[in-house]
């Protein structure tokens, strides 16, 4: 299942039209979906439906959902006309015109002048929301604001067509108002304007109805998006991890070397290395500070602590390196020299390494370092610390983070995820320069909490020990981790209270 942008659907759409599928055999497919989920919902034909559509295909899909539902024996049906007629789109007509043959007694109230008000005043088990698709790129007028704002006052069960009127497709930006719907049926394939920004919010519970687009239309769609939730793990986990092996011992499951530097958050390298045993590797070294050995012989028993000073920083680090198959290096790491040095040499081993938190904030003041570096890696940035790498700022960030983690990844060759309530994740092959997109709609609100990251990053490097591949281990790291939240979260009230502890505690 892939999330799409608004060009990028549009493109699938001509693609399937112009291979010989009719326009209109789209609209009674896709219009089909939206009728069969509301009698799903809503078997009583006595349901009181009020259906507001738009003049352009939107409203088409809704006035063709309406011939639809009064097929299956649905009267009670009123509808509200909220366009204009001199800029209906031809579909739209159409539609308007099979419903008037097929059902003489319908009206549609607006459609022959000013709409009458009472009708939305009346109350109504469901409002199907047909105003505006995916094409909406300006904000709704003072009116069609105080009408969207009033049909989300009313208790009725909101049905959004495609998409909440007023919710950009692409960026999930609200448009001046937006419809809160319980429940979207979009066709074909997610938008990503309902993953990102208020989407989610507004979006309610989403079904995708497959209305016959030609799937080979998306090879040609470079910014699309693999969704993946909870079926996709399941369905692909086993084939894409490497199997655990009941004969191995430690050194078959892989060691993690996590870097720590001096007056660092100890925490965050606790929560990492925890997470890293609990994910599954064999070994977890800690390089650290010598006056901090005594705290991570506590805190993490199971950990090997290999020490070091501040004059023999290098000699120590060559040490360190040897029969490490990955390092970690970020959380808890402080932006001074000596975080910078250790970074450093991180970056010039040929070991492969997780970048993550603190080795974020000191590449951003050079790249041009990052740009140089042998090793293999990925790195684990947030909104804020992808607005840093790319010298913008955070908003600029999120109203385009398809692009900016696109073309990053691109530029510097890397694989990587930009965490956020979905994060998002680019996976780059450097031979081939190939390039995936993916979301991760797995976890919940409860990942909102300190060290939730470090833990993220301790299960990645975890994973690349144990053999997976970088891109692997990055990709599945993250849905195993948004996974662990959700085992977690019963209710609202755990997601409340979730620690990163709790995170660590029920991965797998």
């Not at 009123?78 to 319908?106: C, D, H, M, Y």
């Not at 929301?129 to 009033?150: A, C, H, P």
């Not at 602590?305 to 970690?328: G, H, N, Q, R, S």
């Not at 299960?459 to 981790?481: E, K, P």
Request: charged content about 20%; aromatic content about 8%; proline content about 2%.
């Amino acid at each position: 299942m892939y999330a799409l942008t608004a060009r990028g659907m549009q493109y699938i759409d001509e693609y399937t039209i112009s291979a010989g599928i009719p326009s209109p055999v789209l609209m009674e497919n896709a219009s089909r979906g939206v009728a069969d989920a509301i009698v799903k919902r809503f078997p009583d034909k006595d349901t009181r439906i009020l259906v507001v559509a738009g003049s352009g295909n939107n409203g088409g899909d809704a006035i063709c959902a309406t011939r639809w539902l009064m097929h299956l024996g649905y009267k009670n049906i009123k509808i509200f006309f909220t366009g204009t007629v001199s800029s209906a789109s031809p579909e739209f007509s159409r539609q308007v015109s099979i419903l008037a043959k097929a059902f003489e007694n319908i009206s549609i109230t607006g459609l022959h002048g000013s709409g009458d008000l009472s009708v939305l005043r009346n109350e109504y088990d469901v409002i199907i929301d047909g105003m505006f698709g995916i094409g909406l790129n300006r904000s709704l007028d003072e009116s069609l604001s105080k009408i969207t704002e009033y049909l989300n006052c009313k208790k009725a069960y909101r049905v959004a067509v495609d998409i909440p009127s007023g919710l950009n497709a692409t960026t999930g930006q609200v448009m001046g108002a937006a419809i809160n719907a319980d429940l979207t049926v979009t066709f074909g394939s997610y938008k990503t304007g309902m993953l990102f920004g208020e989407g989610r919010s507004h979006c309610g519970k989403v079904e995708v109805v497959d209305i016959g687009l030609i799937d080979s239309a998306y090879d040609n769609v470079t910014d699309k998006l693999v969704v993946c939730d909870n079926a996709f793990f399941e369905a692909t986990a086993t084939e894409a991890l490497i199997a655990r092996n009941e004969a191995g011992h430690k050194g078959t499951f892989g060691t993690v070397g996590i870097v720590v530097s001096s007056n660092g958050m100890l925490g965050a390298s606790m929560l990492a290395s925890k997470a890293a045993y609990r994910a599954g590797c064999g070994l977890v070294k800690i390089f650290c500070p010598l006056k901090y050995i005594g705290y991570f012989n506590v805190a993490i028993p199971e950990a090997v602590v290999v020490p070091y000073k501040p004059d023999d920083i290098e000699k120590a680090f060559e040490e360190f390196a040897k029969k490490t198959d990955v390092f970690l290096i970020g959380p808890g790491l402080r932006e001074d020299d000596m975080g910078k040095s250790l970074l450093k040499a991180v970056l010039q081993s040929e070991t492969p390494a997780v970048l993550d938190a603190g080795a974020l904030n000191i590449l951003s003041d050079n790249l041009k370092m990052f740009r140089k570096r042998q090793c293999q890696c990925v790195i684990t940035p947030h909104l804020g610390e992808m607005a840093k790498l790319t010298g913008t700022d955070i908003q600029t960030v999120a109203k385009n983070r398809i692009g900016y983690t696109k073309s990053f990844s691109e530029k510097y060759k890397v694989s990587m995820v930009v965490k956020s309530d979905v994060s998002l994740v680019s996976t780059y092959n450097s031979k081939l320069g190939l390039q995936d997109l993916y979301v991760n709609v797995t976890g919940n609100s409860g990942l909102a909490t300190a060290g939730s990251g470090d833990v993220l990053a301790g299960v990645i490097a975890s994973l690349i020990a144990q053999g997976n591949t970088l891109d692997t281990s990055l990709l599945y790291g993250v849905m195993i981790h948004g996974r662990a939240g959700d085992k977690f979260a019963t209710d609202q009230d755990s997601k409340r209270r979730m620690m990163a502890g709790d995170i660590i505690d029920n991965l797998f």
